[in-house]
């Protein structure tokens, strides 16, 4: 865990006070609802559709259980009783009033966390690989430079009014699990042939309306220049980044408006002025903010354990849940474990506040009191005991956390579209609903094997629908709610975009269309292929004429 020190507390303690005044004024009328806009943003609080929306950061991810208990109590005291994890790997609250947001901020300053800079046109919350400091496949742990950007991005007064929002990713390990390619600055850490640490680093990637994977900006960064290097790009971000069109304004409209190879000309000539400045991260920095992570207290374990393989041999329910739920990690005798948050008939994300209690519970017993938030919308235990799984299961399963899903078709990614966000064109929750509902059986889940479903209600993407194998979007069509589905995208080191497979569907046709596709897929696989193996092999074709086969001229409906 990443320990406060005294200047990260009096920030945050002194932002709630600021943030206090500014609520009291607006309510008693001495601000208005334009002037008191901006000031609500850059503190996590957005309108939504029926109430304010908190968000809360979780900063690469990482948390303790005194944080989750926090967390626990905020949605019992101020909301409806449970919270959300985001595509972005933070906390939300669909129902504080607003009144009670000061309050609330006070409280999370407590236990150390914030919602600064969650929202608005300025550097986001910083996110990196769940299994960022566990992962057998890390070159090395990102998490102190990704601290280090925290603090550099955090008030950066030239930074704090951008174009749009700004998005950083940072990896260290040989598997892209941060989804860098979909970021507008994209860190990926690795070491040369002489040992020697270095950053590619990846530039105008994002989603929404114009999806665009990022490029290569700089192959072979030296890591004390990470900061200077960012400031360079968003300088020339800054500088000339759409601010007359919002559909235009992302840093990739600008990259593709200018080429990379001018784009990189013009960071270049900016990074010139600044390459050597006091924002060069020396190794004394490093070691600084690295002192600040504390370290779990490792015991010394082989990397096997009897009971463990008797129980896995004895029950099937266990032995799915390894399979799926279960992850290597680079400590001999120990694993990361994902508490699904995709159970069928709750919003994937959605946890209740004593779901909450007993995931922190779970993690003083099992886990060095520390989790992570994953972008898939799950909470991951990060350093479990082998000989301590049967019984994390039996707990885990009892508090309806541990259904045997991840990486399934089941293990949707959605954000709340219409149900909350004022910004969505349509119901995104139903959705993943009635397609959970349809593949409901875990048999037939594990016989389809690994495939990444996204919902997104609106063009804003926040679903990550475009990197789905596949992909639904939600879109109003004469004023009512429709749904385009797309194919082939895919999140990691061979990212893609999915291809809209036609025209769109009613709401109550969507699972049908996903079943039309899946049963494509099992037709035509190979023993070894994903369905994304399977759809880039053979191409769109087969599952388009699949899924229209049946829908003539005038006719709406594609059956089941």
């Avoid at 990713?169 to 002489?194: I, K, S, W």
Wanted: charged content about 25%.
């Amino acid at each position: 865990m990443y320990k406060y020190d005294e200047y990260d507390q009096r920030i945050v303690n002194e932002r709630v006070a600021q943030f206090r005044d500014q609520t009291r004024r607006y309510l008693a009328g001495e601000l208005g609802e334009d002037e008191f806009k901006p000031l609500r943003l850059q503190n996590g609080l957005y309108i939504q559709r029926y109430a304010p929306m908190l968000r809360v950061a979780v900063p690469y991810g990482l948390l303790g259980s005194a944080q989750i208990r926090k967390l626990a109590h905020i949605a019992r005291t101020y909301d409806k009783g449970y919270a959300h994890v985001s595509t972005r790997q933070n906390f939300q609250f669909n129902w504080p009033e607003l009144k009670n947001v000061p309050d609330i901020l006070a409280e999370l300053a407590e236990v150390e966390m914030h919602a600064i800079q969650t929202s608005g046109n300025c550097i986001r919350n910083v996110t990196t690989d769940q299994f960022a400091g566990i992962a057998p496949d890390e070159t090395v742990d990102p998490r102190p430079l990704a601290e280090i950007i925290r603090q550099c991005s955090t008030f950066h007064p030239e930074f704090a009014l951008l174009p749009r929002k700004f998005k950083i990713a940072v990896t260290g390990a040989r598997e892209d699990r941060a989804v860098l390619q979909m970021h507008d600055v994209g860190l990926e850490l690795f070491r040369n042939p002489a040992g020697e640490l270095r950053i590619k680093v990846w530039v105008g990637g994002g989603l929404g309306r114009t999806p665009i994977l990022g490029s290569v900006l700089h192959e072979e960064l030296p890591w004390q220049h990470i900061l200077t290097y960012i400031e360079a790009i968003v300088r020339v971000y800054n500088l000339h980044g759409r601010r007359d069109n919002s559909y235009k304004a992302r840093i990739k409209i600008l990259v593709k408006a200018l080429g990379i190879e001018e784009f990189k000309r013009q960071v270049e000539a900016e990074w010139a002025f600044q390459k050597e400045g006091p924002n060069t991260v020396t190794q004394a920095e490093l070691d600084r903010v690295a002192r600040n992570f504390t370290a779990p207290d490792y015991a010394a374990l082989a990397d096997a354990d009897a009971g463990f393989e008797a129980k896995l041999a004895e029950e099937k329910g266990f032995a799915n849940w390894v399979k799926r739920n279960v992850h290597a990690h680079k400590q001999p005798g120990y694993r990361a474990v994902t508490l699904s948050l995709k159970v069928t008939g709750i919003a994937p994300g959605d946890i209740t506040d004593r779901q909450l209690d007993i995931v922190a519970d779970l993690a003083d017993k099992y886990s060095f009191g520390e989790l992570r938030t994953s972008h898939e919308q799950n909470i991951i235990l990060s350093d479990v005991k082998l000989g301590d799984l049967y019984a994390l299961w039996q707990e885990a399963r009892a508090a309806g956390l541990a259904t045997p899903n991840i990486g399934l078709i089941t293990d949707i990614i959605c954000c709340p579209g219409g149900s909350f966000c004022d910004l969505a064109n349509a119901k995104s929750i139903p959705i993943a609903e009635s397609i959970q509902r349809l593949f409901d059986d875990l048999d037939y889940q594990h016989d389809i094997g690994d495939i990444e479903l996204n919902i997104s209600g609106c063009m804003n993407s926040c679903g990550h629908h475009h990197v789905g194998h596949i992909g639904v979007l939600g879109v109003d069509k004469n004023e009512s709610e429709w749904y385009q589905v797309s194919i082939g995208g895919k999140q990691g080191n061979d990212a893609s975009l999915g291809d809209v497979i036609g025209p769109s569907f009613a709401a109550d046709e969507v699972a049908g269309v996903v079943k039309r596709l899946i049963d494509v897929y099992l037709e035509n696989r190979t023993p070894e292929e994903r369905f994304i193996d399977t759809v880039r092999r053979i191409g769109h074709v087969p599952f388009k004429a699949r899924v229209y086969a049946d829908r003539q001229p005038g006719k709406q409906k594609v059956e089941a």
